[in-house]
Protein backbone atom coordinates (compact mmCIF):
# COMPACT_ATOMS: atom_id res chain seq x y z
CA UNK A 1 0.00 0.00 0.00
CA UNK A 2 1.11 3.67 -0.72
CA UNK A 3 -0.20 6.81 0.12
CA UNK A 4 0.45 9.44 -2.58
CA UNK A 5 0.86 13.08 -1.93
CA UNK A 6 1.42 16.07 -4.11
CA UNK A 7 4.74 15.74 -3.09
CA UNK A 8 5.48 12.43 -2.55
CA UNK A 9 4.31 8.98 -0.86
CA UNK A 10 3.82 7.68 2.81
CA UNK A 11 3.07 3.96 3.91
CA UNK A 12 0.46 3.78 6.26
CA UNK A 13 2.57 4.11 9.90
CA UNK A 14 0.11 0.72 11.24
CA UNK A 15 1.00 -3.18 10.22
CA UNK A 16 -1.97 -4.11 7.70
CA UNK A 17 -2.85 -7.84 6.85
CA UNK A 18 -1.47 -8.42 3.32
CA UNK A 19 -5.74 -8.77 1.98
CA UNK A 20 -6.63 -5.50 4.24
CA UNK A 21 -8.75 -3.07 2.14
CA UNK A 22 -10.18 -0.09 3.87
CA UNK A 23 -14.43 -0.02 3.69
CA UNK A 24 -17.10 3.10 3.56
CA UNK A 25 -18.59 4.05 6.76
CA UNK A 26 -21.84 2.99 6.83
CA UNK A 27 -23.78 6.48 6.47
CA UNK A 28 -22.16 7.00 3.05
CA UNK A 29 -24.19 6.95 -0.16
CA UNK A 30 -22.89 4.61 -2.90
CA UNK A 31 -22.72 5.40 -6.62
CA UNK A 32 -22.16 3.13 -9.29
CA UNK A 33 -20.93 3.74 -12.66
CA UNK A 34 -19.60 1.35 -15.21
CA UNK A 35 -16.03 1.08 -13.73
CA UNK A 36 -16.28 2.12 -10.38
CA UNK A 37 -18.49 1.85 -6.97
CA UNK A 38 -18.00 5.60 -5.32
CA UNK A 39 -18.40 6.42 -1.91
CA UNK A 40 -18.83 9.50 -0.54
CA UNK A 41 -20.70 11.85 2.46
CA UNK A 42 -23.45 13.81 0.29
CA UNK A 43 -23.42 16.28 3.36
CA UNK A 44 -19.58 17.23 2.46
CA UNK A 45 -19.10 16.56 -0.99
CA UNK A 46 -20.83 19.37 -2.89
CA UNK A 47 -20.14 18.28 -6.26
CA UNK A 48 -19.79 14.68 -7.22
CA UNK A 49 -19.22 15.11 -11.09
CA UNK A 50 -15.82 15.94 -10.40
CA UNK A 51 -14.85 12.83 -8.62
CA UNK A 52 -16.71 10.64 -11.59
CA UNK A 53 -15.10 12.24 -14.21
CA UNK A 54 -11.43 12.28 -12.54
CA UNK A 55 -12.14 8.01 -12.21
CA UNK A 56 -13.51 7.93 -15.84
CA UNK A 57 -10.37 9.89 -16.80
CA UNK A 58 -8.03 8.10 -14.32
CA UNK A 59 -9.42 4.56 -16.12
CA UNK A 60 -9.07 5.73 -19.82
CA UNK A 61 -5.35 6.31 -18.61
CA UNK A 62 -4.69 3.12 -16.87
CA UNK A 63 -6.70 0.84 -19.38
CA UNK A 64 -4.60 2.09 -22.26
CA UNK A 65 -1.84 1.05 -20.97
CA UNK A 66 -2.71 -1.87 -19.20
CA UNK A 67 -5.64 -2.99 -21.72
CA UNK A 68 -9.93 -2.18 -19.98
CA UNK A 69 -10.21 -3.69 -16.30
CA UNK A 70 -12.60 -6.74 -16.38
CA UNK A 71 -13.42 -5.56 -12.92
CA UNK A 72 -14.64 -2.50 -10.60
CA UNK A 73 -12.78 0.13 -8.22
CA UNK A 74 -14.28 1.19 -5.14
CA UNK A 75 -13.36 4.80 -4.37
CA UNK A 76 -13.85 6.40 -0.99
CA UNK A 77 -14.24 10.09 -0.93
CA UNK A 78 -12.88 11.57 2.86
CA UNK A 79 -14.33 15.01 3.35
CA UNK A 80 -11.06 15.77 5.25
CA UNK A 81 -7.52 14.30 7.18
CA UNK A 82 -9.23 13.24 9.96
CA UNK A 83 -12.12 10.98 8.16
CA UNK A 84 -9.08 9.73 5.91
CA UNK A 85 -6.73 8.62 8.73
CA UNK A 86 -10.28 7.30 10.18
CA UNK A 87 -10.79 4.98 7.07
CA UNK A 88 -7.23 3.34 7.78
CA UNK A 89 -7.54 2.95 11.41
CA UNK A 90 -4.47 4.97 11.39
CA UNK A 91 -5.02 8.22 13.56
CA UNK A 92 -1.22 8.86 13.35
CA UNK A 93 -1.20 9.39 9.29
CA UNK A 94 0.67 12.37 8.41
CA UNK A 95 -1.03 14.91 7.45
CA UNK A 96 0.49 15.28 3.72
CA UNK A 97 -1.02 11.91 2.76
CA UNK A 98 -3.89 12.30 0.20
CA UNK A 99 -4.57 9.17 -1.28
CA UNK A 100 -3.63 5.49 -0.66
CA UNK A 101 -4.52 2.41 -3.15
CA UNK A 102 -5.50 -1.21 -2.11
CA UNK A 103 -6.01 -4.61 -3.28
CA UNK A 104 -6.33 -5.79 -6.98
CA UNK A 105 -8.85 -7.23 -9.20
CA UNK A 106 -12.53 -6.56 -7.47
CA UNK A 107 -11.42 -5.95 -4.27
CA UNK A 108 -9.10 -3.21 -5.75
CA UNK A 109 -9.92 0.12 -3.35
CA UNK A 110 -9.11 3.48 -2.96
CA UNK A 111 -9.13 5.90 -0.24
CA UNK A 112 -8.23 9.84 -0.71
CA UNK A 113 -9.62 12.73 -0.27
CA UNK A 114 -12.25 15.39 -1.74
CA UNK A 115 -10.94 17.06 -5.07
CA UNK A 116 -11.26 20.36 -3.27
CA UNK A 117 -8.91 19.34 -1.11
CA UNK A 118 -6.66 17.69 -3.55
CA UNK A 119 -5.21 20.33 -6.71
CA UNK A 120 -4.51 17.13 -8.92
CA UNK A 121 -7.18 14.89 -7.85
CA UNK A 122 -7.01 13.10 -11.58
CA UNK A 123 -3.18 12.43 -11.18
CA UNK A 124 -3.38 11.18 -7.77
CA UNK A 125 -6.93 9.27 -8.69
CA UNK A 126 -4.89 7.68 -11.51
CA UNK A 127 -1.68 7.01 -9.78
CA UNK A 128 -3.53 4.98 -6.97
CA UNK A 129 -5.58 2.77 -10.05
CA UNK A 130 -1.84 2.01 -11.28
CA UNK A 131 -0.95 0.66 -8.31
CA UNK A 132 -4.02 -1.89 -8.38
CA UNK A 133 -3.41 -2.76 -12.15
CA UNK A 134 0.19 -3.72 -11.39
CA UNK A 135 -0.57 -6.08 -8.47
CA UNK A 136 -3.23 -7.63 -10.83
CA UNK A 137 -0.14 -8.38 -13.22
CA UNK A 138 1.84 -9.94 -10.30
CA UNK A 139 -0.37 -12.89 -9.18
CA UNK A 140 2.28 -14.86 -7.18
CA UNK A 141 4.33 -12.14 -5.67
CA UNK A 142 1.74 -8.95 -5.70
CA UNK A 143 3.57 -7.01 -2.75
CA UNK A 144 7.18 -7.52 -3.41
CA UNK A 145 8.17 -5.14 -6.66
CA UNK A 146 10.73 -2.60 -5.25
CA UNK A 147 8.87 -0.02 -4.37
CA UNK A 148 11.22 2.43 -6.82
CA UNK A 149 10.01 1.03 -10.10
CA UNK A 150 6.45 0.25 -8.27
CA UNK A 151 5.89 3.90 -7.51
CA UNK A 152 8.21 5.09 -10.88
CA UNK A 153 5.65 3.28 -12.99
CA UNK A 154 2.82 5.05 -11.31
CA UNK A 155 4.35 8.27 -11.74
CA UNK A 156 4.81 7.84 -15.22
CA UNK A 157 1.43 6.37 -16.31
CA UNK A 158 -0.23 8.76 -14.00
CA UNK A 159 1.44 11.72 -15.76
CA UNK A 160 2.72 13.13 -12.38
CA UNK A 161 6.12 14.15 -13.17
CA UNK A 162 6.88 17.19 -11.43
CA UNK A 163 8.72 19.62 -14.13
CA UNK A 164 10.42 21.84 -11.04
CA UNK A 165 11.32 18.63 -9.45
CA UNK A 166 12.29 16.59 -13.11
CA UNK A 167 14.56 20.31 -13.65
CA UNK A 168 15.93 19.61 -9.50
CA UNK A 169 17.17 15.61 -10.70
CA UNK A 170 18.30 17.60 -14.14
CA UNK A 171 20.54 19.38 -12.20
CA UNK A 172 21.60 16.37 -9.85
CA UNK A 173 22.68 14.62 -13.12
CA UNK A 174 24.82 17.82 -14.93
CA UNK A 175 26.84 17.39 -10.82
CA UNK A 176 26.92 13.92 -11.35
CA UNK A 177 24.61 13.39 -8.01
CA UNK A 178 21.63 11.04 -8.94
CA UNK A 179 19.85 8.98 -6.68
CA UNK A 180 21.75 5.54 -6.95
CA UNK A 181 18.83 2.45 -7.02
CA UNK A 182 19.76 0.92 -3.23
CA UNK A 183 18.86 5.24 -2.11
CA UNK A 184 15.72 5.76 -4.28
CA UNK A 185 14.40 2.65 -2.83
CA UNK A 186 15.85 3.08 0.70
CA UNK A 187 13.77 6.28 0.70
CA UNK A 188 10.92 4.54 -0.79
CA UNK A 189 10.93 2.19 2.15
CA UNK A 190 11.58 4.67 4.86
CA UNK A 191 7.92 6.41 3.67
CA UNK A 192 6.84 5.24 6.97
CA UNK A 193 9.04 7.27 9.16
CA UNK A 194 7.75 10.83 10.17
CA UNK A 195 11.19 12.22 9.95
CA UNK A 196 11.45 11.00 6.37
CA UNK A 197 12.79 14.01 4.82
CA UNK A 198 9.80 15.14 2.13
CA UNK A 199 11.62 16.64 -0.24
CA UNK A 200 14.37 14.06 -0.47
CA UNK A 201 11.19 11.84 -1.08
CA UNK A 202 9.77 13.88 -3.73
CA UNK A 203 12.95 13.65 -5.62
CA UNK A 204 13.25 10.05 -5.08
CA UNK A 205 9.79 9.68 -6.87
CA UNK A 206 10.28 12.09 -9.31
CA UNK A 207 13.73 10.47 -10.46
CA UNK A 208 11.81 6.97 -10.17
CA UNK A 209 9.48 8.26 -12.90
CA UNK A 210 12.05 9.76 -14.95
CA UNK A 211 13.73 6.03 -15.14
CA UNK A 212 10.45 4.27 -15.91
CA UNK A 213 10.07 7.16 -18.53
CA UNK A 214 13.41 6.41 -19.86
CA UNK A 215 12.61 2.12 -20.28
CA UNK A 216 9.26 3.27 -21.94
CA UNK A 217 10.74 5.87 -24.59
CA UNK A 218 13.33 3.82 -25.29
CA UNK A 219 12.23 0.14 -25.07
CA UNK A 220 8.43 0.78 -25.48
CA UNK A 221 5.31 0.87 -23.19
CA UNK A 222 5.34 -2.92 -24.54
CA UNK A 223 8.75 -3.84 -22.42
CA UNK A 224 7.20 -2.41 -19.03
CA UNK A 225 4.42 -4.98 -19.29
CA UNK A 226 7.02 -7.50 -20.18
CA UNK A 227 9.18 -6.54 -16.69
CA UNK A 228 5.55 -6.96 -14.54
CA UNK A 229 4.84 -10.36 -16.27
CA UNK A 230 8.74 -11.82 -15.73
CA UNK A 231 8.75 -10.34 -12.44
CA UNK A 232 5.37 -12.30 -11.43
CA UNK A 233 7.13 -15.03 -12.63
CA UNK A 234 10.77 -15.09 -11.42
CA UNK A 235 10.64 -12.34 -8.20
CA UNK A 236 13.80 -10.69 -9.07
CA UNK A 237 13.52 -7.30 -11.00
CA UNK A 238 17.29 -7.93 -12.09
CA UNK A 239 16.38 -10.86 -14.28
CA UNK A 240 12.82 -9.16 -15.28
CA UNK A 241 15.14 -6.06 -16.58
CA UNK A 242 17.63 -8.31 -18.19
CA UNK A 243 15.39 -10.59 -19.93
CA UNK A 244 12.66 -7.60 -20.86
CA UNK A 245 15.62 -5.31 -22.58
CA UNK A 246 19.27 -6.86 -21.67
CA UNK A 247 19.63 -4.37 -18.37
CA UNK A 248 19.95 -4.60 -15.22
CA UNK A 249 18.54 -2.03 -12.68
CA UNK A 250 21.79 -0.25 -12.05
CA UNK A 251 23.14 -0.42 -15.61
CA UNK A 252 19.93 1.00 -16.53
CA UNK A 253 20.48 3.37 -14.00
CA UNK A 254 24.09 4.47 -15.76
CA UNK A 255 22.73 4.42 -19.58
CA UNK A 256 20.01 6.86 -18.21
CA UNK A 257 22.01 9.33 -16.77
CA UNK A 258 24.32 8.84 -19.86
CA UNK A 259 21.65 9.57 -21.92
CA UNK A 260 20.06 12.60 -19.74
CA UNK A 261 23.84 14.02 -19.42
CA UNK A 262 23.87 14.35 -23.45
CA UNK A 263 20.28 15.44 -23.56
CA UNK A 264 21.21 18.32 -21.57
CA UNK A 265 24.46 19.16 -22.72
CA UNK A 266 22.71 19.86 -25.89
CA UNK A 267 19.71 21.84 -24.31
CA UNK A 268 22.70 23.43 -22.77
CA UNK A 269 24.48 24.51 -25.99
CA UNK A 270 27.23 22.63 -24.62
CA UNK A 271 26.74 19.87 -28.12
CA UNK A 272 26.25 21.78 -31.31
CA UNK A 273 24.72 19.43 -33.47
CA UNK A 274 23.26 22.28 -35.44
CA UNK A 275 24.93 24.40 -38.36
CA UNK A 276 24.37 27.92 -40.04
CA UNK A 277 26.23 28.73 -43.24
CA UNK A 278 26.31 30.70 -45.86
CA UNK A 279 28.21 33.53 -48.44
CA UNK A 280 28.00 36.87 -47.18
CA UNK A 281 28.01 39.49 -50.43
CA UNK A 282 27.23 43.21 -51.03
CA UNK A 283 24.19 44.25 -53.44
CA UNK A 284 26.48 43.38 -56.68
CA UNK A 285 26.92 40.33 -55.47
CA UNK A 286 30.24 40.74 -54.83
CA UNK A 287 32.12 38.56 -51.80
CA UNK A 288 32.99 40.26 -48.51
CA UNK A 289 36.19 38.33 -47.31
CA UNK A 290 37.01 38.24 -43.24
CA UNK A 291 33.31 39.67 -42.70
CA UNK A 292 32.25 38.39 -38.91
CA UNK A 293 28.74 36.67 -38.75
CA UNK A 294 27.48 36.89 -34.71
CA UNK A 295 24.93 34.39 -34.44
CA UNK A 296 23.45 34.73 -30.49
CA UNK A 297 21.02 31.99 -28.78
CA UNK A 298 17.52 33.49 -27.60
CA UNK A 299 16.16 30.23 -26.31
CA UNK A 300 15.18 31.34 -22.68
CA UNK A 301 14.93 27.48 -21.10
CA UNK A 302 18.50 27.13 -21.10
CA UNK A 303 22.09 28.62 -19.85
CA UNK A 304 22.40 28.64 -23.68
CA UNK A 305 20.57 31.79 -23.83
CA UNK A 306 22.49 34.83 -24.53
CA UNK A 307 25.39 32.29 -25.93
CA UNK A 308 27.58 34.01 -29.28
CA UNK A 309 28.62 31.95 -32.15
CA UNK A 310 31.05 33.55 -34.46
CA UNK A 311 32.11 32.75 -37.83
CA UNK A 312 34.37 34.55 -40.11
CA UNK A 313 33.88 35.08 -44.40
CA UNK A 314 36.96 33.60 -46.11
CA UNK A 315 37.71 34.73 -49.85
CA UNK A 316 35.01 33.81 -51.00
CA UNK A 317 32.61 35.28 -48.23
CA UNK A 318 31.65 31.92 -47.36
CA UNK A 319 31.23 31.24 -43.26
CA UNK A 320 30.00 28.65 -41.56
CA UNK A 321 29.44 27.78 -37.76
CA UNK A 322 27.83 25.21 -35.35
CA UNK A 323 25.24 26.41 -33.38
CA UNK A 324 22.47 25.31 -30.76
CA UNK A 325 18.90 24.66 -31.82
CA UNK A 326 16.03 27.24 -31.07
CA UNK A 327 15.49 31.20 -31.89
CA UNK A 328 18.27 32.67 -32.81
CA UNK A 329 19.45 36.16 -33.91
CA UNK A 330 22.25 36.46 -36.63
CA UNK A 331 24.02 39.67 -36.96
CA UNK A 332 26.26 41.03 -39.49
CA UNK A 333 27.26 44.97 -39.81
CA UNK A 334 30.25 46.70 -41.50
CA UNK A 335 31.11 50.17 -41.45
CA UNK A 336 28.81 52.23 -44.15
CA UNK A 337 27.17 49.10 -44.99
CA UNK A 338 23.01 48.52 -43.54
CA UNK A 339 23.42 46.55 -40.51
CA UNK A 340 21.96 42.56 -40.97
CA UNK A 341 19.65 41.72 -37.96
CA UNK A 342 17.59 38.28 -39.12
CA UNK A 343 15.78 36.31 -36.63
CA UNK A 344 15.52 32.52 -37.27
CA UNK A 345 14.31 29.44 -35.79
CA UNK A 346 16.49 26.24 -35.94
CA UNK A 347 14.93 22.52 -35.05
CA UNK A 348 17.15 19.69 -33.91
CA UNK A 349 19.70 18.67 -36.14
CA UNK A 350 18.70 21.53 -38.28
CA UNK A 351 21.76 22.70 -41.19
CA UNK A 352 20.25 26.06 -42.40
CA UNK A 353 22.08 27.69 -45.74
CA UNK A 354 21.52 31.88 -44.73
CA UNK A 355 23.21 34.04 -47.20
CA UNK A 356 23.50 37.46 -46.13
CA UNK A 357 23.71 40.71 -47.97
CA UNK A 358 25.51 43.95 -46.81
CA UNK A 359 23.98 46.93 -48.67
CA UNK A 360 25.93 50.22 -49.22
CA UNK A 361 23.68 51.32 -51.95
CA UNK A 362 23.11 54.50 -49.64
CA UNK A 363 26.83 55.09 -48.78
CA UNK A 364 27.46 54.58 -52.35
CA UNK A 365 24.64 57.22 -53.11
CA UNK A 366 25.68 59.50 -50.87
CA UNK A 367 29.40 59.32 -52.07
CA UNK A 368 28.29 59.86 -55.28
CA UNK A 369 26.20 62.81 -54.48
CA UNK A 370 29.23 64.22 -53.06
CA UNK A 371 31.50 63.79 -55.93
CA UNK A 372 28.52 65.57 -58.11
CA UNK A 373 28.98 68.26 -55.79
CA UNK A 374 32.47 68.10 -55.98
CA UNK A 375 32.51 68.40 -59.46
CA UNK A 376 29.93 70.97 -59.82
CA UNK A 377 32.23 72.80 -57.09
CA UNK A 378 35.64 72.77 -58.99
CA UNK A 379 33.54 73.33 -62.66
CA UNK A 380 32.62 76.76 -60.62
CA UNK A 381 36.34 76.97 -59.36
CA UNK A 382 37.70 76.69 -62.81
CA UNK A 383 35.17 79.19 -64.14
CA UNK A 384 35.79 81.78 -61.47
CA UNK A 385 39.48 81.50 -62.09
CA UNK A 386 38.87 81.94 -66.02
CA UNK A 387 37.05 84.74 -65.70
CA UNK A 388 39.45 86.55 -62.95
CA UNK A 389 42.41 85.48 -65.42
CA UNK A 390 39.85 86.97 -68.13
CA UNK A 391 39.37 90.18 -66.53
CA UNK A 392 42.76 90.87 -65.34
CA UNK A 393 44.30 90.37 -68.45
CA UNK A 394 41.72 92.79 -70.13
CA UNK A 395 42.37 95.28 -67.31
CA UNK A 396 46.36 94.74 -68.16
CA UNK A 397 45.56 95.14 -71.83
CA UNK A 398 43.46 98.61 -70.99
CA UNK A 399 46.55 99.97 -68.89
CA UNK A 400 48.75 99.64 -71.44
CA UNK A 401 46.98 101.46 -73.99
Do not use: C
Not at 4 to 12: I, N, R
Not at 255 to 282: A, F, M, N
Request: no cysteine; charged share 20%.
Amino acid sequence: MAIFTTAAAHAATVEYPENYVPRAPSDFTLYSTDHFEVYYDPSSLENLSIVLSAAENAYNTTSAFFGPYPYRTTIIVADSHDQYAALLNDPSLPEPSLASGWGYGNTGTIAILAPDQIPNFQTVLTHEMTHIAVREYLPGNRYDLPDWFFEGLSVYISGGLNPAVRGVIEEDSREGSVMSIPTLEELHEQSTDPDTNMTQLSHAYTESGMLVEFIADTYGNDTLKRILKDFGETDDLDVAFEDSFGLTQDSLLTEWDTDLKHELDIRDGIILDEQVSGYVTDQKGRPMADQNVTITSLRNDSPAYGREYNATTNASGYYRVNVTYGPLDVHAEKLNYDTVDLNVTLQRDQVLRMDLLLNDSAFEQKQAAESADALEHDIIYVVLATLAITASAFIYWRSRK
